[in-house]
């Protein structure tokens, strides 16, 4: 689950306005041009949160949000947020923002699938010497999403 909030709106009605309070940038020794900025967000209670975020700033001007280089108080806000849709966070999720956009995250909700029964009868048919195949085991499906 991805949350991105333009200038003017949000995404989602519980997340409705963010704010710059302070931005500065300067180049890594890679050669990437790090933008640390000070940002108001609603929370997932709806009230003003400070946070500050730690970017890379692309050449078309977008910056990638990476959740692990954020600072301790801005991965609490991602996991709240992340824990009020029912989710996780994605610990390794990249997300890209416009310019035009203070504030994204992405969720992720893993659930284990059952085999079918059509597959369990099948096994039980199936010769004991054969291995099983991965239809008659269950199965971690994970969604994923951005918010």
């Known amino acids: 689950m991805r949350y991105l909030l333009p200038l003017a709106a ?3 009605p519980v997340l409705v306005f963010a704010q710059v309070t302070q931005q500065s940038a300067s180049m890594s020794l890679e050669g990437e041009k ?5 940002v108001i967000l609603k929370d997932e209670h ?4 400070l946070v500050e975020q730690h970017l ?5 001007g977008d910056y990638l949000y990476l959740h692990t280089s ?6 609490e806000l991602d996991q709240r947020i992340c824990a ?6 994605s610990e390794g999720s990249l997300v890209r923002l ?4 203070l504030g994204g995250g992405a969720c992720r909700n893993e659930t284990i699938v059952e085999p079918s029964a059509a597959a369990v009868e099948q096994r039980s048919t199936t010769s004991m ?11 971690k499906v994970g969604t994923a999403t951005n918010y």
């Open 129 to 139: 010497l054969q291995p099983p195949s991965r239809a008659n085991v269950p199965q």
């Open 70 to 75: 954020q600072p301790q108080a801005t991965r």
């Open 10 to 12: 949000a995404a989602m």
């Open 34 to 38: 790090r933008v640390v900025r000070q």
């Open 84 to 89: 009020s849709f029912g989710s996780q966070v």
């Open 56 to 60: 890379i700033e692309l050449e078309n």
């Open 98 to 101: 416009s310019p035009e956009t």
């Open 46 to 49: 709806g009230m003003d949160t």
